[in-house]
C-alpha cells in the first residue's frame, strides 16, 4: 500500500465575532449583486489538461481588484486576524509548515458557489492557503465539503470556520446543490480565500 502523508492543517471554528460578520455580510450583500462579481476565467483557475476547461465553476472577486486601497475593506480587514497569532499556530502545528513564516505578501478571493458549482482537483500557486467558509441561516445548500484528494480526507463543513493548509495539497470543492427558488438572492456557500506567499513568488 503506498503511503499518503496526511495534510498538516489547522482549524478554527466560530472564527468571526458577531461585529466582525455584521461588518462582512454587510459587505458581502453589497458586491454579491448581478454584475459584479466575475466568472471562473477571470479569477485564476489551473486547466482540465483534457477538457482545456477551467477546474472550477463558480463566481468571485479579488479583493485587490475591487479597492484601490484594499484597508477599506471590511472583508480585507477581518480576514487580516490570519495574522494575530494564527499563522503562527498553523507554523508550529508541524515542522512542514513552517515555510508560512518566511511569506511577505497575501492575495484575498471572495468566491461563491451557487447550484451546481464546485471545484475540481487543484493545487494553489503558493506557500499557504486560509479559507473562511461562511453562508445565511439556515442553511439553503447541501454540498460544498472540501476534500484533501490525495488523502481522502473530508472536512466537515461549517458556518464561520478557518481552516488553513500547505497550498501543495491538492484538494477539491464538491458540487453545491441548491432549489432553483433560493439562487440569486446570495444563500449559497461563500469562501473567503487568502493565499500567502513569499515575494518572491509575488512578483
Given at each position: 500500500m503506498a503511503y499518503e502523508p496526511?495534510?498538516?492543517?489547522?482549524?478554527?471554528r466560530d472564527y468571526f465575532t458577531e461585529h466582525e460578520l455584521e461588518l462582512i455580510w454587510r459587505e458581502l450583500?453589497?458586491?454579491?449583486?448581478?454584475?459584479?462579481?466575475?466568472?471562473?476565467?477571470?479569477?485564476?483557475?489551473?486547466?482540465?489538461?483534457?477538457?482545456n476547461t477551467v477546474r472550477k465553476q463558480n463566481s468571485g472577486l479579488w479583493i485587490h481588484e475591487i479597492y484601490h486601497k484594499p484597508k477599506f475593506s471590511a472583508i480585507f480587514s477581518c480576514v487580516g486576524k490570519l495574522f494575530?497569532?494564527?499563522?503562527?499556530?498553523?507554523?508550529?502545528?508541524?515542522?512542514?509548515?513552517?515555510?508560512v513564516l518566511q511569506t511577505e505578501a497575501s492575495t484575498h478571493l471572495i468566491s461563491y458557489y451557487e447550484n451546481q458549482d464546485h471545484y475540481k482537483p487543484h493545487r494553489d500557486n503558493a506557500v499557504a492557503t486560509a479559507l473562511h467558509w461562511l453562508w445565511k441561516e439556515p442553511k439553503k445548500f447541501t454540498g460544498?465539503?472540501?476534500t484533501f484528494t490525495e488523502?481522502?480526507?473530508?472536512?466537515p463543513l461549517t458556518n464561520n470556520t478557518m481552516i488553513i493548509f500547505p497550498s501543495y495539497a491538492e484538494h477539491e470543492v464538491s458540487q453545491v446543490v441548491m432549489n432553483p427558488?433560493?439562487?440569486?438572492?446570495?444563500?449559497?456557500?461563500?469562501?473567503?480565500?487568502?493565499?500567502?506567499?513569499?515575494?518572491?513568488?509575488?512578483?
Amino acid at each position: 500500500m503506498a503511503y499518503e502523508p496526511e495534510v498538516n492543517y489547522i482549524i478554527e471554528r466560530d472564527y468571526f465575532t458577531e461585529h466582525e460578520l455584521e461588518l462582512i455580510w454587510r459587505e458581502l450583500d453589497h458586491l454579491n449583486r448581478p454584475g459584479v462579481f466575475d466568472p471562473p476565467e477571470k479569477t485564476g483557475s489551473s486547466l482540465d489538461l483534457e477538457s482545456n476547461t477551467v477546474r472550477k465553476q463558480n463566481s468571485g472577486l479579488w479583493i485587490h481588484e475591487i479597492y484601490h486601497k484594499p484597508k477599506f475593506s471590511a472583508i480585507f480587514s477581518c480576514v487580516g486576524k490570519l495574522f494575530n497569532g494564527y499563522t503562527y499556530k498553523y507554523a508550529t502545528h508541524h515542522y512542514t509548515n513552517r515555510g508560512v513564516l518566511q511569506t511577505e505578501a497575501s492575495t484575498h478571493l471572495i468566491s461563491y458557489y451557487e447550484n451546481q458549482d464546485h471545484y475540481k482537483p487543484h493545487r494553489d500557486n503558493a506557500v499557504a492557503t486560509a479559507l473562511h467558509w461562511l453562508w445565511k441561516e439556515p442553511k439553503k445548500f447541501t454540498g460544498g465539503e472540501l476534500t484533501f484528494t490525495e488523502t481522502g480526507e473530508t472536512i466537515p463543513l461549517t458556518n464561520n470556520t478557518m481552516i488553513i493548509f500547505p497550498s501543495y495539497a491538492e484538494h477539491e470543492v464538491s458540487q453545491v446543490v441548491m432549489n432553483p427558488e433560493d439562487c440569486g438572492k446570495g444563500l449559497g456557500r461563500y469562501c473567503l480565500s487568502t493565499f500567502l506567499f513569499t515575494a518572491l513568488e509575488k512578483q
